[in-house]
């Protein structure tokens, strides 16, 4: 896989506007230190779509299923999360991952009213569904593997990497804050 120099992020010339719709703000951002130290990780790496979008980073996923929806070429993507989360949840529920949004640029991000701040500007976040299965079902699991960043949309859920745990629902965006999940 080729890595990519981060110059070109947030490069986006709009077009897809399929996922469009309400992605309200995912939740308050970490503190300070707690976002600083889940930055410093730095386990997004960098990907063209056109060099690398048929590769896969783990059994059953593809690096162009990771993509900014504006069409922009560069994606980031934790791939530390995809291999060791994402595709643990694909194994337990043995069905595929159906991924709605995960690397946004700046410019998707806020045209699908993501938050400013948001893991998906960073690669760190995921957003899917999962053919028959109620999404209650993937947050019990995705909790019990350990996963921090989990919130329930209408109609899909969003997992990320943050390290403070942060469950909720965003109903509408009417936000409700969840203890557990199990
Ligand atoms: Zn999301």
């Not at 896969?56 to 994606?75: V, W, Y």
């Not at 934790?78 to 060791?84: A, L, Q, W």
């Not at 043995?94 to 948001?118: F, Q």
Request: aromatic share 10%; proline share 3%; with cysteine.
């Amino acid at each position: 896989m080729k890595e990519l120099k981060l110059e070109n992020v947030g490069s986006g010339d709009g077009g897809d506007s399929k996922d469009r719709g309400l992605h309200s703000p995912d939740s308050p951002y970490s503190p300070p230190q707690e976002a600083n130290s889940a930055s410093n990780k730095q386990s997004a790496r960098l990907f063209s779509l056109l060099k690398d979008g048929e590769k896969h980073i783990a059994p059953n996923f593809k690096i162009k299923e990771f993509r900014s929806k504006c069409g922009a070429d560069l994606i980031l993507i934790d791939t530390d999360f995809v291999k060791n989360k994402l595709q643990k949840i694909r194994e337990y529920f043995n069905e595929a991952i159906l991924i709605t949004s995960a690397y946004r640029s700046k410019e998707h991000n806020k045209k699908v009213g993501g938050s400013s701040n948001s893991y998906h500007l960073k690669g760190e976040a995921f957003d899917f569904t999962i053919k028959n299965i109620p999404l209650i079902e993937i947050a019990k699991y995705a909790e019990n593997i350990g996963i921090k960043g989990i919130i329930i949309y209408n109609n899909f859920i969003h997992l990320d990497s943050r390290t403070v745990k942060y469950f909720a629902r965003n109903n509408n965006g009417k936000i409700t804050t969840v203890a557990k999940w199990n």
